[in-house]
């Protein structure tokens, strides 16, 4: 027969994450391989800039080319942004490049570009969201498994961002536009874009560590139902999480039309794979519940140096494509065999 508790055993507190051992134990692992694991990218940009100081060192530590560097990592790196909150999730958005491709020429059609600076900004950003919008009712409240969702979302973008232009680029003609591209713009040599990344990175690093939003966002990614059991939302915080990532798009648009002075059908081509590839080399885990906007910013660093280097070298396009997707399958094994160290 079962004794009673006595009083003591009654009023006992309940064991908490700060004040269980295994609590501590379980964080401090987590961190030193977070803080391992950017310092690994930061070694492997110094490699990269070291290789690309020695095979062309007149051209790749130019400055012009380092400022170019940093503006083409500021267009995949906002998109990344919004991509790292997805697979934090437990998600996955392939229509990022499609949206960024849909946004830019639905804002430099002749009719959009009557409307000036704001009218550009203001239609990238708004089809962005709108098209986040679609991908999260599908995925919250359609129950459509994001992979097929997104994929329908990437070749329906896609068609209406070609059926717009009919194949042709769409010139800028507003000047107050086009005049953020050009060098009498950087500030203290900074290009605007660039300031535009950081910008986003640090609402990003912030929403995702500083508050409640992030911190449901990972609770989603681990367990959802144990999200749902604790009172979040998990539908409502998916759909947000699509939002964000069509604002992110949007943004990213504006910045493809800053920067190219042009709206394309083919803007954004792959973005989904260099978005994703930079989040998970970074050590945003691809099954969810774990997410860092650090090195998602450190993973587009360097991707985009590899571009870089590669083109100043005059290799193939292939070669490239077959480096990120080496890339890729590395960083998977690799999160893998973390895991299943850290179970054991």
């Given amino acids: ?88 999730s437990g998600g996955i958005d392939l229509s990022v490049g499609a949206i960024v491709a849909l946004a830019s020429v639905w804002a430099t059609t002749v009719a959009t570009q009557e409307y000036g600076f704001a009218g550009i900004l203001f239609t990238a950003v708004i089809v962005g969201l709108g098209c986040g919008l679609v991908n999260g009712l599908l995925i919250a409240y359609g129950g459509m498994v994001p992979f097929i969702a997104t994929l329908a979302m990437l070749a329906s973008a896609r068609g209406l961002a070609l059926q717009i232009t009919d194949g042709k680029t769409q010139m800028v003609t507003v000047n107050s536009v086009l005049d953020l591209g050009i060098r009498d713009a950087y500030i203290l040599g900074i290009p605007p874009l ?40 998990v539908r409502r915080q998916r759909l947000y999480l699509y939002l964000l990532s069509g604002l992110c798009c949007g943004i990213a648009a504006f910045m493809l039309i800053v920067l190219a002075g042009s709206g394309q059908n083919t803007n954004g081509n792959l973005y989904e794979l260099d978005a994703i590839a930079a989040a998970i080399i970074g050590g945003t885990l691809l099954s969810g519940g774990r997410g860092t906007i650090a090195g998602s910013v450190l993973g587009v660093l360097v991707f985009t140096t590899i571009t870089n280097i590669f083109a100043l070298n005059n290799l193939e396009s292939a070669v490239q494509q077959i480096a990120k997707g080496a890339i890729i399958v590395a960083a998977v094994l690799v999160q893998h065999r973390t895991l299943r160290g850290g179970d054991a």
């Fill in 194 to 233: 660039v300031l535009v990344f950081a910008a986003v990175t640090v609402i990003g690093w912030l929403l995702l560590n500083r508050t409640t939003f992030g911190r449901r966002t990972v609770a989603v990614g681990g367990n959802a139902e144990a999200a749902r059991l604790a009172g979040i939302d």
């Fill in 1 to 88: 027969m079962t004794q009673p508790a006595s009083p003591a055993q009654q009023d006992a507190p309940i064991p908490t994450a700060k004040s269980a051992p295994a609590g501590e134990g379980w964080r401090r692992p987590l961190g030193l391989r977070a803080d391992v694991r950017n310092l690994s990218l930061l070694g492997v940009l110094a490699v990269l800039i070291a290789v690309g100081g020695i095979t062309k060192p007149d051209e790749f530590l130019a400055t012009s080319n380092l400022q170019l560097v940093l503006t083409q990592a500021s267009i995949i790196g906002v998109v990344t942004v919004g991509m790292t909150f997805v697979i934090t």
